[in-house]
């Protein structure tokens, strides 16, 4: 019986028989695994080779992040002009040589903390460059029909990772050394390298006109149009509110665990892990339910019942037996709606922003939510030393659903089952 054409198979059937799609969603996966497991074993070598102290630790972790906030907008702005391919290719190679170099120089005796500050700091600016460029490809790939679908891969493979990729760090250095786990972190690397630069579809980068613009001039345009765009404006908003009282939640929640629930290391890793899972449910659910209930109706419910969730935490009492299958059962019911909501918010950008303005809006908002966690996480730890734990956390909890709030009343929230057309053209500078 002959297979069927390609106009007449089914949406997810076409999606994963383009090759080019399923190189960037195997590199996409390689390269999140090499990103997260990085996060572990940078710290350990520090700690465990080189013998770090809490104080730098501390500003290890502070340099490998800073990237995120500090170059956001410029990357988006430059990789609008680029083809994504090409900086993709170039970050997976560059983070593959520094985690390389960083074992060789762990084994031979010749690292040190600066050095290793270094790499971080490297590795995390590579990270951005990757993280923004594979966002922008997807819509360059793949039909605008089929990016929901792509984009629930995508994100699937993300929160795969970053439950995964930590705990995977941390075995490789229990089981083998640190300096051998960096180099495994290479390997992840190697392996995006090899699947991404096997994408042979053309990109159709957009135009730059005679002399173009300046890079400042590109971020401002990014901004602009997402200030001048009602929906993307309740997405950055939305994401800002959300960022923040998530970040003083998790502050208040990772005293909670141990203090007021007294659950070990192990049972505080199991609660945490949960939420990897439920994002893995998120993302199959995101391929489905906005087509058949409406975006904006899945949207603010899964906003709703995925944050929500949280009520019930500073409530929980008992022994570790009942408290860690509840706080199971919130991981999972969280990770579910936020998959949910990242995956369809994602495309709701995608759809109304121009192929030429994919990275620098993806970056502007990125940066607006990120922007908002470190005075969350002061926040979150003022009112637990101030009120005690489960009073802070309850008014974190609170402060989590401003998010579906601003998404209810704004353009979101009035999304049905068709996408919003989008805005058209290349967005190249004019």
Known sequence: MPSPSPSTSPPASRLWRDRSFRRLWAGQTASQFGEHTAVVV???????????????????????????????????????????????????????????????????????????????????????????????SAVRLVARDELVRANSALEGSRSAAQTGGPALGGVLVSLLSAPVAAASGAVFFAMSFLSVRGIRRAESVPRRAPGGSGVWSRVRDGWRFVVGDAALRAVCVASAAFQFAFSAATTVYLLFLPRDLSLSGTGVGLVLAAVGPGALVGSVMAARLPRRFGYGRVLVTAAVVGDGVWLCVPALHGSPAVTVPVLCGV?????????????????????????????????????????ATPLGSL????????????????????????????MAVSPLGRLGRALPPGSGGSGGDE
Do not use: K
């Open 331 to 371: 991981g999972l019911v969280f990770g579910a709606g936020g998959q949910l909501v990242n995956v369809t918010v994602m495309a709701v950008r995608q759809t109304v922003t121009p192929d030429g303005m994919q990275a620098r809006v993806a970056a502007t908002i990125t940066c607006a939510g990120m922007g």
């Open 42 to 136: 940078l710290p350990l070598v520090a700690v465990v080779t080189l013998g770090a102290e809490a104080g730098q630790l501390g500003a290890l972790r502070a340099a490998s992040q800073a990237p995120m906030l500090l170059l956001s907008l410029l990357v988006g702005a430059w990789v609008d002009r680029w083809r994504t391919r090409t900086v993709m290719v170039a970050a997976d190679a560059g983070r593959a040589v520094v985690l390389g170099a960083v074992a060789v120089a762990a084994f031979t005796g010749r690292l040190d903390l600066v050095s290793l500050a270094v790499a971080a700091v490297v590795v995390g600016t590579l990270s951005v460059f990757f993280d923004v460029a594979y966002q922008a």
């Open 379 to 406: 926040l979150g730890g003022l009112l637990a030393e101030v009120w005690g734990t489960r009073p802070a956390l309850a008014v974190a909890a609170v402060g989590m659903l401003v998010s579906p709030v601003v």
